[in-house]
């Protein structure tokens, strides 16, 4: 077991006992939420090579793919001046920053931004669509490292956005 896996042991069996509540994506949000903040572990949960980032682009680690396609649990690396595009996604997602600061734009339907927010090491979000669209970027100028917990198996499907807006 790799030491990625053997530190993420409790929060997946913790994300797991959450989804089995069997509630709709808003509530499976808030409680996998509160498992990620019980269970949050430090940046060393990527290895030293993977917490170094991209230049290009953020980088992202697969840490964990559910076997029945329930979750997936991801480590994303944002150098300075990095950011996503505007999107929504095809299920719910929680995300606790774990290193770094990360800015969080958020939009309505008609691409109106409708308020940010800031969010530090510790700090775990969660949220499921409709009503998801937002854009994150690493305004600091420093690394930002956050785990992100997808409500499906990524490499099923490929992606969690659902649109990308321009």
């Known amino acids: 077991m790799t030491r990625s896996l053997t530190t993420l042991t409790g929060l997946v069996a913790a994300v797991r006992r959450a989804i089995d509540v069997r509630t709709d994506w808003a509530d499976t949000?808030?409680?996998v939420a509160d498992?990620?903040?019980?269970?949050l572990p430090g940046p060393e949960v990527l290895t030293p090579e993977q917490r170094?980032?991209?230049?290009?682009?953020v980088a992202g680690h697969l840490l964990h793919a559910e076997p029945d396609g329930a979750f997936s649990v991801l480590g994303l690396v944002w150098r300075p001046g990095q950011a996503t595009r505007i999107h929504d996604h095809i299920t719910w997602c929680v995300v606790g920053v774990l290193s770094g600061v990360e800015h969080e734009e958020l939009f309505d339907e008609a691409l109106t931004p409708i308020g940010t927010r800031d969010n530090p090491p510790g700090e775990v979000t969660g949220f499921a669509p409709?009503?998801?669209?937002h854009?994150?970027?690493?305004?600091g100028?420093?690394?930002a490292i956050s785990l992100h917990v997808y409500g499906t198996d990524l490499t099923r499907v490929g992606s969690s956005a659902r649109r990308f807006y321009d």
């Open 29 to 31: 949000a808030e409680l």
């Open 52 to 57: 170094l980032g991209l230049p290009d682009k």
């Open 130 to 133: 409709p009503g998801d669209i």
């Open 141 to 143: 100028d420093e690394t």
């Open 135 to 139: 854009r994150i970027r690493n305004v």
């Open 35 to 39: 498992r990620l903040r019980a269970h």
